[in-house]
């Protein structure tokens, strides 16, 4: 493939701001980094594309094209998501090293990019692959140029003489030689719950190989497996089966990368829902991580407790749980150990049942660790999606602690009503209601808003709420006056009650 035919296709948007004289350079594959220096990594004819998160200063624009340079790529793209546009100094340092110097618009995914140019090379070599490149050794060679698991591993397990397929934890099949029905769910059971691998274990009075296909983080619900029949007394996997889980620790590398840039990508969309950014700003995010605004969007709040593992672990986990669900997710980590999702339903989709389902699948390899999720309900575009990331929230608390999957629709609390109220309106509700207690507050180094929490805590009872703050009931008393006073509600009256207690259960 050339860089020509890529910068062609017309959906990419594609811009080309240096090397008019390079667009005829091959490409043999894409390589998607925010690595300084990529140079361990290249092998020569990459197009290496990059959402600039190593980019601190204009200097390092220079370092990142020299080593890009050094490695003999043939072609840099560069995300504007983070920057709004190319920056001036990078554009520079291509002309001078002579690399060709692409932009990426904001609304196209780097997923995009490379599922275009996998499937141009592989289509370049389909027709006489074999013969060209010659049995096993040759179809490994096609993968690290860019050519599909899905499409390689048949013709290369029957060059094998021998029948396989790559799973996921949740026994989603990556890849495969023929249909596996129920026993993707029972084979990644036992690859779960095996004391130890590579395994033999029977399923449907069959004897399988479970061979572990590494990931990021190094845990086994963050790994795939292969699985290929287990014939006669062998007691360990054939050795064609180390050369076919080769082929998938090579495509689960390249997209190991691929995730760990979209996840820098989808910090924004966190950042964003959290400071309560224009739904134009949170739409612009949304689309530059390749999820469509247009489409229902629910959000989903989780964490994964109780492991001895590395935090990524649990956003390992939710991605592919998720992936039960649809392929268009952004998940990011949140403060502490929660982590947030925001998807694109599909259709007719129960996503808080699919996300049960998966879980179900993933509790043979939890052991002491707990994966609790919250599940909002359908949003109606980015306006809304504050809203629902509160349901989900709200949900999650419910299924704290322990394996559950709790959905909005399962509750019933004024906290998802307020979930729903567009945060400027929440914000000017509260400050009307609470805004001379806090100035009094901050003013006096008084305690009226808390006084005004306990009171309502207690039902309104003086002695209680006296009681609880240890203080004479007069003061309790002087203090519901001043209250009063400043806002000039009448707390006697049950109207009053539930609007001030709506305004201290509002997000500040």
Known sequence: MLLRELLDQPRLKLA?????????RAINRIYVTDLLDPRRYLAGGEVVLTGLMWRREPGDSEAFVAACAAGGVTAIGAGDAVYGSVPPDLVAACRRHGVPLFEVPVEVSFREIVDQVNQSLWAHRASG??????????LMAAMAAGARLADLLPPMAADLGVACWILSP???????????????????RAFLSASRLPAVVTVDGRRYHLVAVPGRPEHR??????????????????????????????ERTQ???????????????????????EPADLRAALLSCGLPPEATLVAVVAALTGLRAPPELGLAVLQEALRTVTDHAVVTPLPGSEILAVLAAPPGTDVAAALRTATDALAPGLGAGRLSIGVSGPAAGPSTLAGAVEEARHAYRSAAGRTAVVASSDLAS????LARVPMEARAAFRERLLGPLVEYDRAHDADLVHTLGDFLDC?????????????HVNTLRYRIGRIEALTGRDLTNFDTRVDFFLALHLTP
């Open 16 to 24: 080309l701001l240096t090397g008019a004289e390079g667009p005829d």
């Open 129 to 138: 692959l074999a013969s060209v490149l010659g049995r096993q050794r040759g």
């Open 255 to 277: 997209l190991d990368e691929v995730v760990r840039v979209e996840h820098r990508l989808a910090d924004s969309v966190g950042r964003l829902l959290a400071t309560g950014a």
């Open 414 to 417: 004024h906290q998802l009503l």
């Open 170 to 188: 949740t026994g989603r099949l990556i890849a495969g030689t023929a249909p596996l029905g129920d026993r993707a769910a029972a084979l990644a």
């Open 221 to 250: 619900l963050a790994s795939w497996f292969l699985a290929c029949p287990a014939e006669g007394d062998t007691h360990g996997p054939p050795e064609a089966v180390d050369e076919l889980a080769s082929l998938a620790v090579l």
């Open 459 to 471: 039902g309104g009872s003086w002695t209680r709420c006296a009681e609880r703050l240890h203080v």
